[in-house]
């Protein structure tokens, strides 16, 4: 008897573990709930600290008079069968920008992309436009916009300190996220803004560079960084504090 109960608790939990194995990622059962990757609050059940996103108009060539904030949105729950959609609002008592400096679409999409077997979550990319205006112009420190995921039929929000997107904008130069110790080390060197100006002027397609790329094409990357050294050879530049500029590549 005792042999029997065991053998069928050894079948039972094989079933289980496979019942499991064959599921796709599921958190917090079928309902899908969104939010930003980045703690706009510090979290209060674990050590994560808030943190925003920085976009400046420095940069950009004198016709262009927008930029985009890239925000990265979390999906928590089934894999989606079709895109869905939510709403962004202002969050007016935090935000510092005025409705002219920047334009949201009436809906985003979080797209039903594929997963890949080792994610650990669902992520997708949407992207809010900055407008280059007089108030800004007139900023020394330039403005804050605060957004709030607003809920949906199709998606809920998920924990608070993460539902909103604080987006810092500037006429000052700002190091892109992109440019960590990797790339300092291995593609461009160390980061001025004087070296990122003359990237983006003189290496076709270096507007483009971005997390995604340093990480999907890194062939790609590295020939932007060769494009650049080549540039800079015949062209030898100093930089601000006397230094000549050169990439490691």
Partial sequence: MIKKVIFLMTVLG????????????????DEHMVYFEKFW????LGNEKSDSTQVTFYFNEA???TQHAELVVVLAGRKLERDAH???RVVDELTTALPEDYTLQDEYTFRALP???????????IRIQLNRTSHLQSLEDGFRLVLEIVPSEALGVGQYERSRAIIYVSKNPVR???WNIEVSTYLLGTYSPLKYKLFLENVPGARELNKEIIE??????????LDFKKWLIENPTYDEDGSLLDVPV
Avoid: Y
């Avoid at 609050?41 to 209060?44: A, F, R, T």
């Fill in 176 to 178: 892109p996220e992109w």
């Fill in 41 to 44: 609050h510090d979290s209060m």
């Fill in 115 to 125: 997963v890949r077997d080792d994610a650990l979550q669902m992520q997708d990319t």
């Fill in 14 to 29: 094989g079933m289980l573990m496979t019942a499991c194995e064959e599921q796709d990622i599921m958190v917090f059962g």
């Fill in 216 to 225: 999907d094409s890194p062939d790609w990357a590295r020939k932007l960084a």
């Fill in 86 to 88: 939510f709403r962004l």
């Fill in 63 to 65: 016709a262009n008079t």
